[in-house]
């Protein structure tokens, strides 16, 4: 079992550690420029001090899933997309170990319940076609494709927006 709750100034080095695991998988599906500029832009979101709500998944005092949570006009893409008018779901890591367990859904539907209490629309998130799992969760969950929200990093996948009407 786990508990949902906001991340604590002490959690950073252990959202940094699972969210470089979590995604590590990708490294080898993805070509390598691709993963080389999927890496940096985890790295530099890691290291950003931009307001977003950090929420994690707590096991037992045990770390097993994070995601970020930017406000509406919030720079989550820094230079590679335009602040959008609505929060945004960014980095929804779980750790390998702790997967199938419904980590990374009750991680979104707490960034929906957060969004909605914001008084916000829409949720929006940005994947590619490589987070195959995460996509098809997305979807599940009702949020749609909103091409007009993609941006295409310069040589890797094109970064396709979704959102989901609140």
């Keep these: ?37 999927l890496d940096g832009a985890i790295r530099g979101a890691l290291a950003s001090n931009a307001p977003a709500d950090c929420i994690v998944a707590d096991a037992g005092g045990t770390i097993v899933g994070s995601v970020m949570l ?7 893409y820094g230079d590679l997309a335009r602040a959008v008018d609505c929060p945004e779901v960014r980095l929804v890591a779980v750790a390998p170990e702790a997967r199938g367990r419904g980590v990374a859904r009750a991680l979104m539907e707490e960034c ?43 040589g890797a996948e094109l970064v396709e927006g979704y959102r989901l009407t609140l």
């Design 1 to 37: 079992m786990f508990t949902i709750r906001d991340a604590r100034p002490d959690d950073r080095a252990a959202v940094r550690e699972l969210t470089l695991r979590a995604y590590a998988e990708f490294e080898a599906i993805m070509d390598p420029v691709s993963w080389t500029e």
């Design 70 to 76: 930017y406000p509406a006009k919030a720079d989550a």
């Design 112 to 154: 929906i319940r957060r969004a909605r209490a914001w008084g916000a629309a829409a949720l929006g998130l940005h994947t590619s076609r490589s987070m195959r799992g995460a996509m098809a969760l997305y979807s599940g969950m009702g949020f749609r494709r909103t091409p007009d929200t993609d941006f295409q990093p310069p």
